[in-house]
């Protein structure tokens, strides 16, 4: 760089926008923290030529037909189940989960570009027609473009735990979070959460107990084992190495609750 203001999302002429929302949608809470990092050259090829068929920004300005954003390439609208993942890092998870679970498709939210574009990548390295990459708020996408019952699934993986009391508030696991969340996701439908931060897990197992459309799949009411599905992470190995306690959290969408719009 020779100088000038410098940028903290990268642009690629066709790839992700820095802010898709814009300005035209409230931000009550936000899903993500914005952050800087550097985007490789395989990253940048990836989302170059790979945002056109397997990405997407969240503008808030439509509501999306799952089985069209899933279609084959000949483009025959998907049948499968779709679950939302929120916060995918580098997306090597999610690419391990879409691998072992091909009639699943992954609709993984993440605003963090050199992570999308490695998502990206994965997925066309191993095969893996069952991701889509969005980019932006995932609370616009619950609030704005899904449309009611959509989902089979949603997952929460390692969100920042903002440790700080002041904080706390920031925490997207909390009950507007779930109020907005529960009417985008179909009876049965599976929310799947896991920290390593003690205080949060505690949290968020509080909220997800007291609201009135999620049940807990544990008999006991407390944490669940870690589900074969959930690949353990390079990131959950670091919490480990520092002495953290990893908690998953398994609960469903009611079939009786009374839930509000969001909005």
């Known amino acids: ?15 992700p926008s820095p802010d898709p929302a814009g300005s035209h949608h409230e931000r009550r809470i936000r899903s993500f923290q914005p ?9 940048e090829d990836a989302l170059r030529r790979l945002w056109p068929m397997w990405g997407l920004d ?15 390439p000949d483009g025959t609208p998907s049948g499968l189940p779709v679950v939302l993942e929120i916060g995918f890092g580098m997306g090597e998870a ?18 963090h570009t050199p992570g999308q574009g490695n998502l990206l990548g994965l997925a066309e390295r191993n095969g ?25 699934g949603l997952r929460v993986y390692f969100p920042d735990p903002w440790p700080k009391a002041r ?8 009950p507007e979070f779930l109020t907005l969340a529960a009417p985008s996701l179909k009876p049965d439908a ?10 949060y897990a505690e949290q968020m197992l509080e909220v997800l107990t007291a609201h009135p459309d999620f049940e807990n799949t544990q008999p006991d009411g407390g944490y669940a084992p870690r589900p074969a599905f959930r690949p353990f992470t390079r990131f959950e190995g ?21 839930t509000g719009s969001g909005n």
């Open 94 to 111: 999610t690419a391990q989960m879409a691998a072992d679970d091909p009639d699943t498709g992954i609709l993984a939210v993440d605003v």
């Open 128 to 152: 893996l027609t069952n991701v889509r990459v969005a980019n932006g708020d995932a609370i616009i996408l619950l609030r704005e473009m899904l449309a009611p019952a959509s989902l089979d």
């Open 1 to 15: 760089m020779t100088g000038g203001r410098a940028q903290a999302v990268p642009r690629f002429p066709g790839g």
């Open 190 to 199: 599976l929310l799947h959460c896991a920290t390593d931060w003690e205080p």
């Open 58 to 72: 969240i503008d808030g300005l439509r509501t999306l037909d799952l089985a069209e954003l899933f279609a084959a």
């Open 167 to 174: 904080h706390h508030k920031r925490r997207l696991i909390q």
């Open 238 to 258: 670091q919490g480990l190495d520092k002495g953290h306690v990893v908690h998953d959290l398994l609960f469903r969408r009611t079939t009786d609750g009374e």
């Open 35 to 43: 952050r800087r990092s550097r985007v490789t050259t395989s990253q």
